[in-house]
């Protein structure tokens, strides 16, 4: 069964970097549309950047000239380079598909969390 497997978080100061990992073994990624969500406490899960299977990325305008999103098909990964960041996109990461694909079971997700 396909798991989704996130690495890469921990505690960064204001205007730091950090690369997260995404590993899926049981799919294919470059066949389907990845996202790499957030969940800051007390709010709802959301979509950060999406790339689709043909390599066309999308961003939410909070991180749009921040974040970039890549896929390494040959480790089967998908990776969300952030830089510049800021206290307020200290959340849980988590990677998944998108819809109108459904989601696969959440994994632990990866904590991101920038000190000001």
């Known amino acids: 069964q396909a798991q989704l497997v996130e690495s890469g978080g921990g505690l960064v100061q204001a205007g730091g970097s950090l690369r997260l990992s995404c590993a899926v073994p049981?799919?294919?990624?470059?066949?389907?549309?990845m996202g790499w969500y957030r969940q800051a406490p007390g709010k709802q899960r959301e979509l950060v950047a999406d790339?689709?299977?043909?390599?066309?990325?999308t961003y939410a305008a909070s991180v749009k000239g921040r974040f970039t999103i890549s896929r390494d098909n040959t480790k089967n990964s998908i990776y969300l380079r952030m830089n510049v960041l800021k206290p307020e996109d200290t959340a849980v990461y988590y990677c998944?598909?998108?819809?109108?694909?459904?989601?696969?079971?959440w994994g632990q997700g990866t904590q991101v969390t920038v000190a000001s």
């Open positions: 998944n598909l998108v819809p109108p694909a459904p989601f696969m079971d």
């Open positions: 049981g799919l294919i990624v470059s066949h389907h549309d």
């Open positions: 790339i689709t299977r043909g390599g066309t990325s």
